[in-house]
């Protein structure tokens, strides 16, 4: 069977799926049609329903949950790893509500934490997750929100920290900040879904035990190319959470949704949004 599986050209994605796409594991028969695409395109076309397996930001799930199920493998959950607001001028949080503020999408995590913590904060503007460090130095942005290797080399483009989403997260609620997963569309059955899922698992330990393997992959497809930021990235994002969600790994999601719900920010959830 061929499955269509998409994911976004950051680290902690091709180093998860390399081995999984490039016939290293055992697939249990699944092959793939894969493509790469920035996380807010992977995102509009969860919500489309468009694809079979796809990589899709948290906040992108409350969109498109009546079409997918989440995966127990795959996830990018953790702790200090969340969202930065950055500028260029010294600015304080309270001050980011009357901010225009750049956004790596409107259905990316960043955003939701974003909502969350400055609801009234509705001057926004939206760029390719890479181009947000330009808009806010060349003044088109008084702030901008910043992910994957971007939260690397900020300092060095001349920006400074104004708030840390991820730190304010979890020390609200005491658990990791969920920020993307891999999902599988609904209307595959419950024992594709699981090959699906136990193939991801596989990969990622292939990754983890010859992480060699996967460099030039990484290499070939990263914004960032400066290797000591591509290990970083991908230990930062890549973690036990990402073989396998766990209790504590439910519980971070469900919190997120649920304070996004209480926030107004996303709508209720279908009862059963986990493969398991």
């Not at 949080?93 to 955003?111: C, K, M």
């Not at 304010?168 to 609620?173: A, G, K, L, V």
């Not at 649920?258 to 209720?268: H, L, M």
Request: aromatic content about 10%; charged content about 25%; overall charge negative.
């Amino acid at each position: 069977m061929k499955l269509t599986l998409g994911f976004s050209p950051c680290p902690n994605d091709t180093f998860i799926f390399e081995a999984m796409v490039h016939g290293r594991i055992d697939t249990e028969g699944l092959e793939f049609d894969w493509f790469l695409a920035d996380v807010e395109e992977l995102n509009h076309r969860a919500i489309e329903g468009s694809v079979d397996i796809t990589k899709m930001s948290f906040h992108a799930y409350a969109r498109a949950a009546n079409g997918y199920l989440i995966l127990d493998s795959g996830s990018a959950l953790g702790r200090n790893n969340g969202p930065l607001v950055v500028s260029k001028r010294k600015i304080w949080p309270d001050e980011l509500d009357n901010a225009i503020i750049a956004i790596p999408g409107r259905y990316t995590t960043a955003n939701l934490c974003f909502s969350i913590f400055w609801p009234d904060a509705t001057l926004k503007r939206e760029y390719l997750f890479s181009d947000i460090p330009e808009a806010v130095l060349s003044g088109e942005a008084d702030a901008g929100l910043i992910i994957h290797e971007t939260r690397f080399t900020y300092r060095k483009m001349g920006l400074q920290l104004v708030a840390d989403t991820g730190a304010m997260w979890e020390e609200m609620t005491g658990l990791p900040l969920p920020l993307g997963c891999i999902a599988v569309n609904r209307s595959l059955d419950q024992e594709t879904a699981l090959k699906v899922n136990r193939a991801i698992r596989r990969s990622i330990e292939y990754a983890l035990s010859s992480p060699q393997e996967s460099v030039d992959f990484i290499r070939k497809h990263a914004r960032e190319t400066d290797a000591e930021v591509t290990r970083e990235h991908i230990k930062l994002y890549v973690n036990d959470f990402s073989l396998s969600l766990g209790e504590e790994g439910h519980r971070a999601i469900e919190k997120l949704f649920s304070t996004a719900r209480e926030k107004g920010v996303t709508d209720p959830l279908p009862d059963r949004i986990f493969l398991f």
